[in-house]
């Protein structure tokens, strides 16, 4: 890499998608948690609605007129399941992953990850993948109102880490959040492991296909919007 420069810069990072493919405990817990309550989750609504906030998901499938209480208690078993299901099951980091953290950090990155999943799960993730010594902020569910493709995540995990937007790489795997970084002034860089098209300044299949200079260019090209 090149010679960082002095002033701050972070990489904010999704993670389901992103730093692990986790798609399929989400299916499983959303279909289970709803099955429960009588209600169904097809794959291709749960492929549809991936990634975003679970109020959002259940707003959709329920309707708008929803109980709050509902939200909360079916959210709840879901993500519950989830983390059963992940522990369980085990989980591996993406390819490339683990090695693009450790570059980065080496090279005075500061970083961040910012989700739609609660604070809990991110952090059963982050130490069943040992991760954590690689962020030094996350922002959740928990820390926001409105989700992606809002861009209040990414402001929030920028802010922690005390680096302005403008100096922030966004890494996502699907367009809310990659839409939500074009919104909180971010470059973006694209991971096609869910969505095929996606609108980033780079998009590649794997992080192992970056360059090795890709997230310092992107900082010094000028943005075009």
């Known amino acids: 890499m090149p010679a960082q420069s002095t002033e701050p810069r972070a990489v904010l990072w999704d993670m389901d998608g992103t730093l692990l493919d986790s798609a399929e405990y989400h299916w499983l817990s959303w279909r289970e948690a709803l099955a429960r309550e009588g209600h169904v989750m097809t794959r291709d609504r749960f492929d549809a609605t991936f990634g ?112 302005p937007p403008a100096r922030c790489v966004v890494v996502e795997d699907a367009p809310a959040g990659l839409e939500g970084a074009r919104r909180a002034g971010m470059r973006r860089i694209g991971l096609a492991t869910s969505h095929a098209e996606l609108d980033a300044d780079i998009v590649v299949r794997s992080l192992e296909d970056l360059p090795l200079d890709a997230f310092d260019r992107l900082l010094d090209e000028p943005s075009v919007g």
Do not use: C, H
């Open 52 to 163: 975003r906030r679970n109020d959002a998901i259940l707003r959709e499938l329920l309707g708008e007129d929803v109980l709050p209480e509902t939200i909360v208690r079916i959210a709840a078993a879901k993500e519950e399941r989830y983390r059963e299901l992940a522990q369980a099951g085990g989980i591996e980091p993406l390819p490339g992953v683990r090695a693009w953290l450790a570059r980065l950090k080496a090279a005075g990155w500061r970083q961040a990850v910012a989700s739609s999943a609660p604070r809990l799960n991110i952090a059963t993730i982050l130490d069943a993948m040992d991760f954590g010594p690689f962020f030094a902020a996350v922002a959740a569910d928990d820390d926001v109102q409105r989700g992606k493709p809002d861009p209040q995540v990414f402001l929030v995990a920028a802010a922690k880490l005390g680096v």
